[in-house]
């Protein structure tokens, strides 16, 4: 196992390479997006399949509806890879030209989309942040199934993350806490973290992850100079700000949940009072009654959610 050993990560882990995100050229790269706004609150990146037609319409609608009548600036950005031959439907491409011809709003390189590839798409808009949206107060990652509550997460971005530097704000898998999957369809092979059975980092739930934008060169930096690995949680929140070294953690694990039907029942019962402020959901039906729930909870009254950083 000598020869899988990393000095800089300090246990194994297998060669891969990627050079097509790190030096590869754009298929789309709309670089006018952030740099069109004088003052940019929040830019918000979304890792998003290629056909994932759906979900893009939501998020826009999404913030369209909730960004109204709004004093703050956000710009929404796409990240996408490719389909090899064998995957590609004629008629969802032209859709998918009309879509970022309406739009703009995606950036694409030449990756095949698996999840597997996740980490390439991670590093390719790492690398685009750096070079092309340099403005934002404060960058915002999620994955096109997230459900968010814009009216609270935006002046609580403006009063409160925008303070920090080099920090990360994320539902926060402690280290120590998460085993190493050995089997199963995200197995990992048993030459990486070889003789290790928990990873060996403190790592985010990469579903909805703040950054302050100081973090976004020193990420950049650290990928060029880090063996890459093919989980883009633990690569992109995980191994790379340790590289990155002296950041901190912020865990908003009490305001953000995966359990969607928590997040609207409590948004249902205790209004703009509920504590979160973003989920997720597969399902369109309750993708739309959370949306209905979080604009009936500002109806009458708005308060910033109770932030409380936990341990």
């Given at each position: 196992?000598?020869?899988?050993?990393?000095?800089?990560?300090?246990?194994?882990?297998?060669?891969?390479?990627?050079?097509?995100?790190?030096?590869?050229?754009?298929?789309?790269?709309?670089?006018?997006?952030?740099?069109?706004?004088e003052d940019l609150d929040l830019?918000?990146?979304?890792?998003?399949?290629?056909?994932?037609?759906?979900?893009?319409?939501?998020?826009?609608?999404?913030?369209?509806?909730?960004?109204?009548?709004?004093?703050?600036?956000?710009?929404?950005?796409?990240?996408?890879?490719?389909?090899?031959?064998?995957?590609?439907?004629?008629?969802?491409?032209?859709?998918?030209?009309?879509?970022?011809?309406?739009?703009?709003?995606?950036?694409?390189?030449?990756?095949?989309?698996?999840?597997?590839?996740?980490?390439?798409?991670?590093?390719?808009?790492?690398?685009?942040?750096?070079?092309?949206?340099?403005?934002?107060?404060?960058?915002?990652?999620?994955?096109?199934?997230?459900?968010?509550?814009?009216?609270?997460?935006?002046?609580?971005?403006?009063?409160?993350?925008?303070?920090?530097?080099?920090?990360?704000?994320?539902?926060?898998?402690?280290?120590?806490?998460q085993p190493i999957p050995r089997?199963?369809?995200?197995?990992?092979?048993?030459?990486?973290?070889?003789?290790?059975?928990?990873?060996?980092?403190?790592?985010?739930?990469?579903?909805?992850?703040?950054?302050?934008?100081?973090?976004?060169?020193?990420?950049?930096?650290?990928?060029?100079?880090?063996?890459?690995?093919?989980?883009?949680?633990?690569?992109?929140?995980?191994?790379?700000?340790?590289?990155?070294?002296?950041?901190?953690?912020?865990?908003?694990?009490?305001?953000?949940?995966?359990?969607?039907?928590?997040?609207?029942?409590?948004?249902?019962?205790?209004?703009?009072?509920?504590?979160?402020?973003?989920?997720?959901?597969?399902?369109?039906?309750?993708?739309?009654?959370?949306?209905?729930?979080?604009?009936?909870?500002?109806?009458?009254?708005?308060?910033?959610?109770?932030?409380?950083?936990?341990?």
């Amino acid at each position: 196992m000598k020869k899988y050993f990393s000095q800089v990560l300090r246990h194994t882990i297998l060669p891969r390479d990627p050079s097509v995100v790190l030096n590869g050229t754009y298929l789309k790269n709309p670089t006018h997006l952030c740099r069109r706004h004088e003052d940019l609150d929040l830019v918000v990146v979304v890792h998003t399949s290629l056909y994932n037609f759906e979900r893009r319409r939501l998020l826009r609608h999404t913030f369209m509806r909730q960004l109204k009548d709004s004093p703050y600036t956000v710009q929404l950005v796409f990240m996408i890879g490719t389909h090899n031959k064998t995957k590609i439907n004629a008629v969802k491409e032209v859709t998918l030209r009309n879509e970022n011809r309406h739009y703009g709003d995606f950036v694409q390189m030449d990756f095949n989309e698996d999840f597997r590839n996740l980490s390439l798409k991670a590093v390719m808009w790492l690398r685009w942040l750096n070079e092309h949206c340099q403005n934002p107060s404060v960058v915002l990652k999620i994955d096109d199934d997230v459900i968010l509550d814009l009216r609270r997460i935006l002046p609580l971005s403006v009063s409160y993350f925008a303070k920090f530097k080099r920090s990360i704000f994320c539902h926060l898998n402690k280290l120590g806490t998460q085993p190493i999957p050995r089997i199963g369809r995200t197995k990992v092979d048993m030459r990486e973290f070889f003789n290790l059975t928990i990873y060996p980092y403190n790592y985010c739930s990469g579903f909805i992850v703040f950054l302050s934008p100081d973090m976004i060169p020193l990420l950049m930096s650290a990928a060029r100079r880090t063996p890459f690995y093919n989980v883009d949680d633990l690569f992109m929140f995980g191994v790379l700000p340790k590289v990155v070294g002296d950041v901190t953690y912020h865990n908003i694990g009490f305001n953000v949940s995966v359990w969607n039907q928590k997040v609207r029942n409590c948004t249902t019962q205790h209004g703009a009072s509920c504590r979160y402020f973003g989920t997720m959901t597969e399902d369109k039906a309750e993708a739309w009654n959370l949306l209905n729930a979080f604009d009936h909870a500002h109806r009458y009254d708005f308060k910033i959610p109770r932030m409380k950083i936990l341990k």
